[in-house]
């Protein structure tokens, strides 16, 4: 596609709930990333694909947070039993390969709300 | 520890003045450094990025420096307009590429 793309857009779920988020990286691009921003917050690192494989996962701030990616393209990451403490922008980015030696584009980001 | 402080967190200024954001880090190995721009509600873009041998890098309006001695950087946006409002976030990788880390960012309000 033309860019990195994220739905829904918008979330609002329950506490307890699970919820997952999409990602559709730009086409072609082996790296993809999920980010956490609370607000006003800077962006946290959560995970890195390379390919379909997770070489990084250092950033999950639990075990209720889980991620995968299939066919070298969409990622999804999952959130079991949110807590309000879950409440944030998710940002996606995909880059053409590696950590840093390319640039990585930025989705527009699902807000989500654990009421 | 690898780090990446900015300064300052915000700053308004008029439309058509100058500023200049500041950018430290800790990293090591040094890679590059990237500023993104991140319009509220949007995903973060990219302005620049530096290499270790790059001391200043423009691209219109805005103006990378970077000094790997002291390991800092700066972001000078020139003639700022309203549309520069944004949060304004360095990003420095580092370990040959294979690691990045991201700054607070510094959220720039232009007011008319």
């Known amino acids: 596609g033309a860019g990195v793309s994220q739905s829904p857009s918008n979330k609002v779920t329950e506490k307890g709930k699970d919820v997952e988020l999409r990602c559709d990286p730009i086409?072609?691009?082996?790296?993809l990333y999920w980010y956490r921003q609370r607000l006003g917050q800077g962006l946290e690192f959560l995970i890195y694909?390379?390919?379909?494989?997770?070489?990084?996962k250092s950033g999950l701030p639990s075990d209720r947070f889980s991620a995968e990616r299939t066919g070298e393209s969409v990622s999804t990451l999952t959130i079991q039993r949110t807590q309000q403490e879950d409440s944030a922008v998710y940002l996606c980015?995909?880059?053409?390969?590696?950590?840093?030696?390319?640039?990585?584009?930025f989705g527009q980001g699902t807000r989500l709300t654990v009421v | 520890k690898n780090q990446v402080e900015q300064s300052p967190q915000s700053l308004i200024i008029l439309e058509g003045k100058n500023c200049t954001l500041q950018?430290?880090?800790?990293?090591?190995?040094?890679?590059?450094l990237r500023w993104y721009k991140q319009d509220t509600g949007r995903g973060p873009v990219s302005l620049t990025i530096?290499?270790?041998?790059?001391n200043t890098k423009s691209n219109g309006r805005y103006t990378a420096t970077l000094d790997a001695d002291t390991k800092q950087s700066s972001l000078h946006i020139t003639a700022s307009q309203l549309s520069d409002s944004a949060s304004y976030i360095c990003?420095?990788?580092?370990?040959?590429?294979?690691?990045?880390?991201f700054g607070p960012g510094t959220r720039l309000s232009v007011l008319p």
């Open positions: 980015a995909s880059s053409l390969y590696g950590q840093g030696n390319t640039e990585a584009f």
């Open positions: 950018c430290n880090y800790t990293v090591s190995p040094f890679s590059n």
């Open positions: 694909f390379q390919g379909n494989s997770a070489p990084d």
């Open positions: 086409s072609g691009h082996t790296a």
């Open positions: 530096m290499t270790f041998s790059e």
């Open positions: 990003v420095v990788t580092y370990n040959y590429g294979q690691n990045f880390v």
